[in-house]
């Protein structure tokens, strides 16, 4: 008898275990959601001493990706490709002049804003879980919650920056790199 209740009890707690990590599991493959670059700059990524990284990326051309989008000479490019949409409407270019890929609107929070074209969370990944301070302070636990650290930065850059773009005049690291330069202090 104490066996069966031995035995019953530890199915019990396995299954529970098991259910567990399959919710960490849905968790982790689709749940983070892009919260959009004020959150990003809300109270970080802000001031000298946290290094700046929203002026930065204000004064780069990234911010305007998605307005270049909404410009005349933009349609025309589009409707030279074929396109029968405007730009700023046509999946083909805003994959690239926004978050990158096109994303299911339900992982986008409402503080999300295509507007801001290629944005914090463009190259970092979105952000729902990993701007908790507590997670954010802990880089492993960071990237564990859709924080992304590029090691390959140049190959990570030309996934945008190369002659699929139809304005591509080639692509120099060094020199992109330094005219966006950012890092913690
Ligand atoms: C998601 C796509 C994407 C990724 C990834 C990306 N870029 Fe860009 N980048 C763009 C787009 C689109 C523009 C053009 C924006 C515009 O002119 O409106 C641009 C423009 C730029 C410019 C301005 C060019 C100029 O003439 O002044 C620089 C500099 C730049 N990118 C550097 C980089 C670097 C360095 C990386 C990698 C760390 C990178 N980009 C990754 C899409 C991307
Ligand atoms: C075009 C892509 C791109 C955009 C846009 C961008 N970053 Fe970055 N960022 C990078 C790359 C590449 C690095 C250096 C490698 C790394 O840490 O991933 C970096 C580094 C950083 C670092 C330093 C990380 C460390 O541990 O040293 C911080 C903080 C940061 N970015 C915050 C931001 C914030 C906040 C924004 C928006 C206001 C932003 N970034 C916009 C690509 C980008
Ligand atoms: C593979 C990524 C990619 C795709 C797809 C893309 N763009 Fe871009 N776009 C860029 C990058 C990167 C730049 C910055 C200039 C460069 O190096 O190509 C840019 C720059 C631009 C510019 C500014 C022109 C200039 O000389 O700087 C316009 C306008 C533009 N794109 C329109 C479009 C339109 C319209 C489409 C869709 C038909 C499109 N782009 C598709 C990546 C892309």
Redesign the pocket.
């Known amino acids: 008898m104490k066996t069966k209740i031995a035995i019953f009890a530890l199915a019990v707690i396995m299954f529970a275990a098991f259910s567990f990590k399959l919710a960490e599991y849905a968790h982790k493959a689709g749940a983070f959601k892009y919260v959009g670059a004020t959150t990003c700059a809300g109270s970080c990524h802000k001031s000298d001493s946290q290094g700046k990284q929203l002026d930065i990326w204000q004064g780069?051309?990234?911010s305007?990706?998605f307005k270049?989008l909404q410009t005349p000479e933009a349609d025309k490019i589009a409707k030279d490709k074929g396109f029968t949409t405007a730009a700023a409407e046509t999946p083909q270019c805003l994959k690239?002049?926004t978050i990158?890929k096109e994303i299911d609107p339900a992982e986008l929070e409402s503080t999300f804003s295509k507007e801001d074209?290629?944005q914090c969370e463009?190259?970092h990944g979105p952000g729902s879980e990993y701007k908790k301070l507590s997670i954010m302070k802990d880089k492993e636990k960071a990237k564990e919650n859709g924080l992304i650290i590029h090691n390959e930065?140049e190959a990570?850059?030309t996934?945008?920056?190369n002659s699929e773009s139809p304005s591509f005049k080639g692509f120099n690291?060094e020199e992109?790199?330094a005219?966006?330069v950012h890092k913690k202090p």
């Open positions: 780069s051309k990234h305007q990706a270049t690239c002049h990158g074209g290629v463009t190259c930065k990570f850059c996934t945008c920056h690291y992109m790199w005219k966006i």
